[in-house]
């Protein structure tokens, strides 16, 4: 069992930077690829982005690329998520997901599913 908690979420204006935290707790974290999925209010829940195991490889949705950065800290279980250059669009609850990476490569990217999931803390980009 692994468990997931988001923080640092908060109320920003366009333009601004928020940095996302997910620490980890539970069976060995570094086994584990970890992505960062939102959901905006009245839409479906959208892949942001994920790094590997080993933090050498990441990936991004189009929508983000450029500005977000997501990086690990396998020492200390957690994951994060840097966004710079926020917009009002970026508004949502972020949730941080842990996978067990396909035959144990290396891989960053969107999974049809995550084996656990974070409770999620809400990003709010003001125009």
């Known amino acids: 069992q692994v468990q997931l908690v988001e923080s640092g979420g908060g109320l920003v204006q366009a333009g601004g930077s928020l940095r996302l935290s997910c620490v980890a707790s539970?069976?060995?974290?570094?086994?584990?690829?970890m992505a960062w999925l939102r959901q905006a209010p009245g839409k479906e829940r959208e892949f942001v982005g994920a790094?590997?195991?080993?933090?050498?490889?990441?990936d991004y949705a189009d929508s983000v690329k450029g500005r977000f950065t997501i990086s690990r800290d396998n020492a200390k279980n957690t994951v994060y998520l840097q966004m710079n250059s926020l917009k009002p669009e970026d508004t949502a609850v972020y949730y941080c997901a842990a996978f067990e990476p396909p035959l144990g490569r290396d891989y960053a990217g969107p999974r049809s599913r995550y084996d656990y999931w974070g409770q999620g803390t809400q990003v709010t980009v003001s125009s």
């Open positions: 539970g069976r060995t974290f570094r086994s584990y690829g």
């Open positions: 790094i590997s195991w080993s933090g050498r490889n990441t």
